[in-house]
């Protein structure tokens, strides 16, 4: 089976830009749809952006529509996130997460089946 893992995170002023990336090790990434999810301190964890196997669909939440950008390479077997303007309120732990539903881009978390641990985005302002 995949197992994902995240890099990339850390801390930025408002209004930077940081690019996430996801990982695969163990099986290749290029055959599953993979999510990006992040959960700030106290809230629940929740959907952010999600991309086909062959990167012919994306979904976006509102949020982050116009700011943050989902890509893969699957020859690189690697997952981005990249992400502009940077707001506070994107603050949370940034999950990666892999579906066998491999043209799945929405956000229900049960469709998805191998999570990463997650790395930290701190957006000071």
């Known amino acids: 089976q995949v197992q994902p893992v995240e890099s990339g995170g850390g801390l930025v002023q408002a209004g930077g830009s940081l690019r996430l990336s996801c990982a695969a090790s163990?099986?290749?990434?290029?055959?599953?749809?993979v999510g990006w999810f992040r959960q700030a301190a106290g809230k629940e964890r929740e959907f952010v952006a999600g991309?086909?196997?062959?990167?012919?669909?994306?979904y976006y939440v509102d949020s982050v529509k116009g700011r943050f950008t989902i890509s893969r390479d699957n020859a690189k077997n690697t997952v981005y996130l990249q992400m502009n303007s940077l707001k506070p309120e994107d603050t949370a732990v940034y999950y990666c997460?892999?579906?066998?539903?491999?043209?799945?881009?929405?956000?229900?978390?049960?469709?998805?089946?191998?999570w990463g641990q997650g790395t930290q985005v701190t957006v000071s302002s």
């Open positions: 991309i086909s196997w062959n990167s012919l669909n994306t």
């Open positions: 163990g099986r290749t990434f290029s055959t599953y749809a």
């Open positions: 997460a892999a579906s066998d539903y491999s043209d799945y881009v929405g956000g229900k978390r049960t469709l998805y089946n191998y």
